[in-house]
């Protein structure tokens, strides 16, 4: 499969803020989607959610808060 060049590629949930506006995707990419699979997997919900312009959207303006009915330990968030 070839991929154009200046195609945006990936899943908007775990794609980090700059992969949204079409810049390179380096390591830090790969870390941030990490992270977003770990916020996932600790609280049970996306840190950012709804179609792809809200959630490119949503990271433009920072980081969420950590849920406040989270099940997660407070030494640990």
Known sequence: LVTA????????AYMAPEQHVGEDADAS???????VSLWEALTGTRPFSGDQRQI???KQRGAPAWPRESPVPRRIC
């Open 5 to 12: 060049a200046g195609t945006v590629m990936g899943t908007p």
């Open 29 to 35: 990419a790969d870390q941030y989607a990490f992270c």
């Open 56 to 58: 490119a959207a949503a």
